[in-house]
């Protein structure tokens, strides 16, 4: 299920956010964020349940700070739902799956 | 309720230090310890519990160099797993311990045991001033190890006067260019030797006698609003960053009128054990204790809960059904 979450970054950023019909959900994360790692495998999850309905990215924060900077991230986890490249909802703070959903699927 | 294949012996509920030695005890004992560990979250509400959100543990023993807070955990739940606790990686949202076997949902989901281990650990606090809530994510981070690296070259402030809030503001030292210390007291409760660390940090600058009033900035954190306590005069700190370590709270609103609790909330043992108001529900780590709170302190109160629940199982194999399923103060 992995392969299903890109990877973006500062260069490739805005041509893969535009692409695809389904919204993205942006993963601001790094390496040293234990609730970061918390969330991944639920996102990988979220990724092969919804598959079709909504396409999840990652930024690392680390390697590319310009983009975490441009969407004022100052706290990770940070995810952002982006459609047609717009950003439309911002959740922050790892949360259990039930609760992601529950924020996500009113999107979707 | 019978005893059906599905009543559990030991239900663990939490799992930081105390609730995985729990698990690694009761598991030992073949009493296939279920746990329910909590789901994510960027509190210290989560599983592995405090010790996720911190970087180096200096004063664990047995552990030479120190060790990381989210390794030292993920070997605890290894070990404990090793040897057949089963994990639910989920929030328990309501218990009935009113009853045998025992009961704890998950939403609608309903587990059984014929005893059950508390170990919900505590919680940061928060300052619960206006805009805190409003600024969480914009500067205002309940996560240090998380989000230092966003206040790179930044003034930010660090509120508290223990061990965590020396940590937290030494820590952040490394990304931040000064890391204002607000603590409501002029001495700090704090180690010494993290008291020292501290002192001699030129980074860290200290301003006592003060609390913080209020949280300032539209879009992020610009300053704080600090009120001196002995003049009442108030001023603002311009920061970019507030990170809170003022202390603890224990979660034990699940238990609310089922088992005794201080007024403060923690949970009241009996003396010397880790035993509860109900027989056959025990209490182990911070969720019980407002004294220690410390990693080696929840993980010995964690093995006292295990031998507490293995030798009181025992007892119930011999007692007649009517006793066994009498629940009984002590």
Same mark, same amino acid.
């Given at each position: ?108 | +309720? ?11 509920? @939490? ?8 698990? #690694? ?92 281990? &508390? ?28 989000? @230092? ?8 402030? &660090?509120? @508290? ?20 210390? #607000? ?10 030797? +993290? ?45 970019? @960053? ?89």
């Amino acid at each position: 299920m992995s392969t299903s979450i890109a990877t973006l970054t500062d260069a490739t950023f805005d041509e893969q956010i535009v692409q695809g019909d389904e919204p993205v959900l942006v993963d601001f994360w790094a390496e040293w964020c234990g609730p970061c790692k918390a969330i991944a495998p639920i996102l990988e999850e979220i990724a092969g349940e919804r598959q079709g309905k909504i396409r999840i990215a990652k930024v690392d924060v680390d390697a590319n700070l310009e983009i975490a900077r441009r969407f004022e991230v100052m706290s990770i986890p940070t995810l952002i739902l982006f459609k047609d490249g717009a950003p439309q909802l911002r959740l922050v703070g790892a949360k259990g799956k039930g609760q992601l959903l529950q924020e996500l699927d009113a999107f979707l | +309720m019978t005893d059906g294949p599905d009543v559990r012996d030991v239900i663990i509920v @939490g799992s930081g230090p105390a609730g995985l030695t729990a698990a #690694i005890y009761t598991a030992r004992a073949n009493l296939r310890p279920l746990v329910i560990e909590g789901e994510a979250s960027s509190s210290s509400d989560q599983p592995g519990g405090q010790l996720m959100l911190t970087t180096e543990v200096e004063n664990y023993p047995g552990f030479v160099d120190g060790i990381m807070g989210p390794e030292l955990m993920a070997n605890f739940r290894g070990q404990a797993a090793r040897f057949g606790a089963d994990f639910l990686t989920a929030k328990a949202t309501r218990v009935d311990f009113s009853s045998r076997p025992f009961g704890i949902w998950v939403g609608d989901e309903g587990y059984q045991a014929k005893s059950v281990i &508390v170990s919900t650990g505590a919680r940061a606090l928060m300052l619960d001033v206006p805009n805190e809530q409003r600024l969480l994510g914009h500067g205002v981070s309940t996560c240090a190890t998380c989000d @230092g690296f966003f206040f790179r070259e930044l003034p930010i402030a &660090v509120v @508290g006067g223990g061990d965590s809030a020396l940590e937290e503001a030494i820590f952040l030292t490394k990304f931040a260019s000064k890391v204002t210390l #607000i603590h409501r007291r002029r001495e700090l409760r704090a180690s010494k030797i +993290m008291q020292e660390r501290a002192r001699r940090n030129d980074k860290i600058e200290f301003l006592w006698d003060s609390v913080v009033v209020d949280v300032l900035g539209e879009s992020s954190v610009s300053g704080v609003r600090v009120r001196n306590v002995n003049s009442g005069e108030e001023s603002d700190v311009a920061v970019s @960053g507030l990170f809170v370590a003022i202390g603890h709270v224990p979660n034990t609103d699940l238990f609310k009128g089922q088992l005794d609790m201080a007024d403060t909330g923690y949970l009241i043992t009996q003396p010397g054990s880790t035993r509860t108001n109900v027989e056959g529900v025990f209490a182990s780590g911070d969720v019980q204790d407002d004294v220690y709170r410390q990693a080696v302190t929840a993980a010995g109160s964690g093995c006292m809960a295990a031998i507490d629940a293995e030798r009181w199982l025992e007892t119930q194999h011999d007692a007649p059904p009517d006793i066994a399923q009498t629940p009984r103060n002590w």
